[in-house]
């Protein structure tokens, strides 16, 4: 199995924009998570946290689209969230 057969598309917005700039890429390989990210965005870190807010948002859609109620798909995000940062399952690249 190639990479680029389990790749999503692009949006449309994004490949029509005049500039336009891919944020992160996580993948499953092999049942682990590997990420890379584009770290120079923002000056303030902070905004890495509205954006994953912001992709909680976008999932918990996703979810509700499936027939799943948003707020009940976000609370679920929000307590994982909170697990992980106190007790990690795994320990992250640095």
């Given at each position: 199995?190639?990479?680029?057969?389990?790749?999503?598309?692009?949006?449309?917005?994004?490949?029509?924009?005049?500039?336009?700039?891919?944020?992160?890429?996580?993948?499953?390989?092999?049942?682990?998570?590997?990420?890379?990210?584009?770290?120079?965005?923002?000056?303030?870190?902070?905004?890495?946290?509205?954006?994953?807010?912001?992709?909680?948002?976008?999932?918990?859609?996703a979810?509700?689209?499936?027939?799943?109620?948003?707020?009940a798909?976000?609370?679920?995000?929000?307590?994982?969230?909170?697990?992980?940062?106190?007790?990690?399952?795994?320990?992250?690249?640095?």
């Amino acid at each position: 199995m190639r990479a680029k057969e389990n790749e999503l598309p692009i949006p449309p917005a994004a490949e029509r924009a005049q500039k336009a700039v891919e944020m992160a890429r996580i993948w499953i390989v092999d049942g682990d998570q590997h990420v890379v990210i584009s770290p120079n965005l923002w000056k303030d870190a902070a905004a890495w946290g509205l954006m994953l807010v912001d992709l909680a948002k976008h999932v918990a859609s996703a979810y509700e689209a499936q027939g799943h109620e948003r707020a009940a798909v976000l609370k679920k995000i929000h307590e994982a969230f909170e697990v992980e940062w106190e007790s990690p399952t795994d320990p992250v690249a640095r």
